[in-house]
C-alpha cells in the first residue's frame, strides 16, 4: 500500500497515517522523516559505555530476544534513538523479568530461563553500536538518491542477515553491511547460516572504520559510516550489473 507523502494528518499526535485490523493481523503506519544530520546530532551527545566489558560464556551462548526488535520498536514509537540507558530499560521491559538485584528472567518455550542482568546488559551494550551505525547507513542510502529504492526489514535481517533491499537499474539486492573486525564478521557468519539459500543479488560491504583516516565518520564514541561508504556501494553493485 503506497502513501501520499504531502499528508495532511488527522490525528494530533501528527505521525500517524492509519491502524488496521484484519483478520489476525494489526498495523499501526507511522510517517517519520529521518536524516543523517538529525541521527549524527543524537549519537554525538550519546556517551557509550559497552567497551571491554567482559563477557559470560552463558549468555553469549543464550539465544537471547533480539536486541533489534528492541531497538527499532523504541525508534518507531519515540520517534528518535535511544541512548544507552533508555535502550537498556527499554529492552529489558519488553522482555524481561527482574528476579532481584542480580537476575533477570524470560520465558523461552515456556521455560524460565534466568542470567546475570550485568552480563545480558553487557552483551546489549556490545550490539548497540552497530544498531546505531545500520540504521544511519540505512538514511545516508536513501539521502543519497542513487538507488531507486532502499529498503530495510527487520525480520529479513534477524532471519536472513540481510542488512538493505536496494534496487538499482531496476534489480533489487541484498546488502550486508558490516565492519571489518573479528567479532563482526563472526556475527554475520552467523547470521548467515539462518538463510535457506543464498541470493545470486548478494552484495557483502566489508568497511574499516578504524583504519581509515581522520575523524570525520567518528560522532561521539560511535563511528559512523559515511557518504563515501554509500558510493563505495554503488560502485559494487555497479559491477554486479556490467
Not at 51 to 60: A, G, I, R, Y
Not at 132 to 154: A, G
Not at 171 to 180: D, I, R, T
Amino acid at each position: 500500500m503506497t502513501y501520499s507523502t504531502n499528508l495532511h494528518f488527522p490525528f494530533d499526535d501528527e505521525t500517524t497515517i492509519d491502524v488496521l485490523f484484519e483478520d489476525d493481523t494489526a498495523t499501526l503506519i507511522r510517517k517519520k522523516s529521518w536524516t543523517a544530520a538529525e541521527i549524527e546530532e543524537q549519537v554525538k551527545h550519546f556517551c557509550y559505555t559497552g567497551e571491554n566489558l567482559s563477557k559470560d560464556p552463558t549468555v553469549e551462548k543464550a539465544k537471547l530476544p533480539p536486541f533489534a526488535l528492541g531497538f527499532y520498536k523504541f525508534i518507531f514509537f519515540k520517534n528518535r534513538l535511544p541512548n544507552e540507558v533508555e535502550f537498556w530499560n527499554y529492552y529489558l521491559g519488553q522482555h524481561f523479568k527482574v528476579v532481584d538485584e542480580q537476575y533477570v528472567q524470560f520465558l523461552r518455550k515456556r521455560l524460565p530461563r534466568k542470567y546475570l542482568a550485568e552480563s545480558v546488559k553487557a552483551r546489549m551494550l556490545r550490539s548497540y553500536p552497530s544498531l546505531i551505525r545500520d540504521f544511519h547507513f540505512f538514511i545516508l542510502c536513501q539521502e543519497s538518491k542513487l538507488f531507486e529504492r532502499v529498503r530495510y526489514s527487520l525480520r529479513e535481517d534477524y532471519f536472513e542477515g540481510i542488512d538493505l533491499n536496494i534496487q538499482f537499474a531496476g534489480v533489487v539486492y541484498q546488502v550486508a553491511v558490516m565492519l571489518n573486525s573479528e567479532r563482526a564478521r563472526a556475527f554475520k557468519i552467523k547470521k548467515y547460516t539462518r538463510r535457506s539459500e543464498n541470493s545470486k543479488n548478494e552484495v557483502i560491504m566489508l568497511f574499516d572504520l578504524y583504519k581509515e583516516a581522520g575523524n570525520h565518520n567518528s560522532k561521539g564514541r560511535i563511528k559512523l559510516f559515511s557518504v563515501k561508504h554509500v558510493n563505495e556501494l554503488l560502485i559494487e553493485i555497479q559491477k554486479q550489473t556490467e
